[in-house]
């Protein structure tokens, strides 16, 4: 069971990294939430799993980095980028040595939630957070103090803010991924995966059920696509191997390959509607009776367990980051 979550966060992991550098925001949401519920699932991080993790938090916060009403932190004035922040410094500790794409990263970071409490018009906030951000020590003076002079302008388009724009971190972002990806390359669950497949002769049923005209645009989905359905059918039939010894599989693993399987339909929506589908169910107001069911399902699950909660409730259309985002409100209500 720990080796099988093993192989699914490396391979959410991968996914994510793929996602977020080719900017495919429908899949970034739906590998996030597979990434998040299996890292609440650990009670502890491996060793070896510690970077994949911290990268996985990384992306997801600096995903909603414009966003200052979405919170990762139980303190209310932690910014996402600022939580982003504490990830990337425990993701260099765990680098053999620091290289100047790291420092590009940290400094890009850093300026960008200053600039996004100024362009949302915090200015009063954005200097409270240049005093937790920096330290006393001389190396971060300059930048400081830089800092310091453009948040008293209150103009959130000087050059300084505009050289080191969100859309450079994004790009340095890319850079780090690409180089993280080199170095991970064997992702164990795509090479069973397709092992498996040509083994038993289920690709040409699994991939090959209706003709598919594939263009130069067209053959990154496919590849996506292809690689998805390899992963469900290992994980589905090492489930079954599983149950068929008799052996105790723990529940958190059973949702995981559900919300797998419920993602496929997600990923060939997405294909015929686009974000509308998505745009459409944040929309959505949340009924009474969904009201009840999260109710329901944090008494019997707890706070936190929100894929166990969503498989087991009565929910229309919902993800485990839209219960977690109700129950924040429902608190702040009640």
């Known amino acids: 069971e720990a080796v099988a979550a093993d192989w699914m966060l490396e391979f959410a992991c991968c996914c994510l990294c793929r996602h977020f550098g080719e900017e495919c925001p429908a899949e970034f949401r739906r590998w996030r939430d597979v990434a998040q ?104 003076k300059p930048l400081r103090v830089k800092l310091a002079t453009v948040i008293k302008s209150k103009d959130p388009y000087v050059p300084l803010l505009q050289s080191f724009s969100y859309s450079l971190l994004i790009s340095k972002i890319k850079s780090y991924i690409e180089l993280f990806v080199k170095e991970n390359e064997s992702n164990f669950l795509i090479q069973a995966a397709t092992k498996q497949v040509e083994s038993t002769g289920l690709g040409a049923t699994a991939l090959q059920n209706k003709t598919v005209n594939v263009n130069k645009n067209d053959k990154g989905n496919l590849e996506t696509k292809r690689r998805f359905v390899l992963s469900i059918i290992l994980l589905r039939d090492m489930l079954r191997q599983m149950q068929n010894r008799c052996l105790n599989v723990e529940s958190s693993l059973v949702w995981m390959y559900i919300n797998c399987v419920l993602g496929l339909n997600s990923l060939q929506n997405v294909e015929k509607h686009g974000d509308a589908l998505a745009c459409g169910r944040r929309r959505q107001r949340w009924t009474y009776k969904e009201d009840l069911e999260l109710k329901s399902g944090i008494r019997e699950f707890g706070v936190g367990n929100w894929a166990k909660i969503l498989v087991h409730g009565d929910f229309n259309n919902r993800t485990s980051v839209m219960l977690k985002d109700r129950w924040r409100t429902l608190c702040r209500i009640e």
């Open 37 to 140: 519920a299996l890292i609440n699932g650990l009670s502890k991080i491996p060793t070896h799993q510690k970077k994949m993790v911290y990268l996985c938090q990384l992306l997801i916060r600096i995903a909603k980095g414009k966003n200052l009403e979405c919170h990762f932190e139980n303190d209310q004035r932690i910014s996402p980028l600022e939580s982003a922040l504490s990830f990337w410094t425990l993701l260099e500790r765990e680098e053999i040595k620091l290289e100047k794409l790291h420092e590009d990263i940290r400094r890009l970071i850093q300026i960008q939630i200053v600039a996004v409490h100024m362009e949302n018009g915090y200015f009063k906030e954005a200097a409270e957070v240049l005093e937790r951000l920096f330290t006393d020590s001389e190396s971060d």
